[in-house]
């Protein structure tokens, strides 16, 4: 009789995660904040003209959805609310989250007893190309609402952004602080046809 194969990792068990009654952002800040300045800072791929910022948290399908950048990524965040989106995951672990434009994987991760449970999706993992906070937000904003619409819509809006930044390459070299990030074959757009095409694949396979 062959010996059974153990698996090479075991993942450790999940913890039943508290709903957030308010939102979690201040808490979500707080937690990268204090990444940066106690284990990140001065690395070098850091980007000087970014910094910590929450963006848009809101409750959809009962838990809280929204935007994280920082010096380093940039990503959407899941935290608990009590609704329909949330399952306990273990960290390091991917949760595979319905939104509008499909079944996306959020990886879960703990933090702090303040912050002890959280998913996310990365969106951009090179801030580079990011001129400052304003790009950043604007791009976060854009990845949002891009979840919350269904894969045939989603893909014709990207469809025109990319159409837009063809016909008008000034877009593509926008100035420090403005409200749009780059448009044209930078680090970001790759990041945001990853994001749509794996939503609207695993949407079609639901």
Not at 68 to 97: F, H
């Amino acid at each position: 009789m062959m010996p059974l194969r153990r698996p090479a990792r075991t993942p450790a068990p999940a913890r039943r995660a508290e709903a957030w009654a308010d939102s979690p952002a201040p808490a979500v800040e707080r937690w990268f904040q204090l990444l940066l300045a106690e284990r990140m800072h001065g690395l070098p791929f850091l980007n000087p003209a970014l910094s910590v910022q929450t963006i848009d948290f809101q409750r959809i399908d009962g838990d809280w959805l929204g935007g994280l950048a920082t010096p380093w990524s940039v990503q959407l965040m899941l935290l608990p609310g009590g609704g329909a989106l949330w399952v306990d995951t273990s960290p390091g672990e991917r949760s595979m989250v319905a939104l509008p434009v499909g079944r996306l994987a959020f990886i879960a991760d703990e933090g702090d007893p303040a912050l002890p449970a959280f998913q996310y999706l990365p969106l951009v993992n090179a801030t580079a190309a990011f001129a400052g906070d304003d790009a950043a937000r604007a791009f976060v904003r854009d990845a949002l609402a891009t979840a919350q619409r269904p894969p045939a819509v989603a893909v014709e809006a990207l469809t025109a952004a990319a159409c837009d930044a063809d016909l008008h390459p000034e877009h593509a070299a926008a100035p420090a602080g403005a409200a749009r990030p780059p448009a044209g074959p930078t680090a970001i757009d790759p990041g945001r046809r990853r994001f749509l095409r794996f939503g609207a694949g695993a949407a079609a396979h639901r």
